[in-house]
């Protein structure tokens, strides 16, 4: 099947310590997307690519970073971790349909990793 | 500034009766509207969609309803399974735009 998959599904790692989650797709979609959720919350979306081009959200902190090396991979690195970036990261893609009649925007998810910051 | 308003946290529903779960917008510009579902452990998956063009779409047991002027939309899951019970999210977007706006969810539990 198809798929969005997300490593490792829990991350813990240390105040300050680097930190890299990765995310993979075989949908070949050419839009991926980094969220980050805590408890209780909506999902709020980081940043995304589409195709190569880099979008950063404004209120992005600049502790966070991307890399997508091929349409295949993104990873999201964490450069020093604070307490307060202890939450859900999810991955999700989706395929531009500007092309077609209609564009929709139907984003697939993986699972997430739970980070955990000591 | 919350875009997109899902008011209540939990709903609790008797197995067999209709759920209904609520969001509201504030940006009359978004003209396309989801629904996921998300099951504890694993991503949110898609469930339904909506354009601003109707008011209505159907699909199986789910009913998406779009009220325009109120800025409002609604999820209809009639008749409701436990299998149905997890975190629902409403989104909205524009057509062109790949990104997404969510809600904050809605726990739905449905007691058989």
């Known amino acids: 099947d198809a798929m969005v998959i997300q490593n490792p599904r829990y991350q813990v790692t240390q105040f300050g310590k680097p930190v890299t989650l990765s995310c993979s797709q075989t949908?070949?979609?050419?839009?991926m997307y980094w969220y980050q959720q805590k408890s209780s919350q909506a999902p709020k979306l980081l940043f995304h690519y589409y195709d190569k081009d880099f979008n950063n959200e404004a209120d992005t902190p600049d502790n966070f970073q991307s890399r997508r090396p091929n349409t295949s991979f993104c990873f999201l690195d964490i450069r020093s971790p604070g307490l307060g970036d202890a939450a859900m990261y999810l991955c999700a893609t989706s395929r531009d349909f500007k092309g077609g009649i209609l564009a929709k925007n139907i984003q697939y998810f993986g699972a997430g990793t739970r980070l955990s910051v000591l | 500034d919350q875009q997109v308003k899902q008011n209540s946290p939990s709903l609790s529903v008797q197995e067999g009766r209709i759920s209904i779960l609520n969001c509201d917008y504030t940006n009359s510009m978004f003209d396309y509207f989801l629904w996921y579902k998300k099951y504890p452990a694993e991503g949110p998956t898609f469930l339904i969609s909506i354009s601003s063009i109707k008011d209505k779409n159907e699909d199986g047991r789910f009913t998406v309803f779009l009220n325009k002027s109120a800025k409002h939309l609604s999820l209809h899951i009639v008749p409701s399974q436990p299998g149905d019970s997890a975190v629902y999210f409403c989104?909205?977007?524009?057509?062109?735009?790949?990104?997404?706006?969510f809600g904050t969810g809605t726990r739905l539990t449905i007691i058989p």
């Open positions: 989104a909205v977007s524009n057509f062109g735009n790949e990104k997404l706006t």
């Open positions: 949908l070949n979609h050419n839009v």
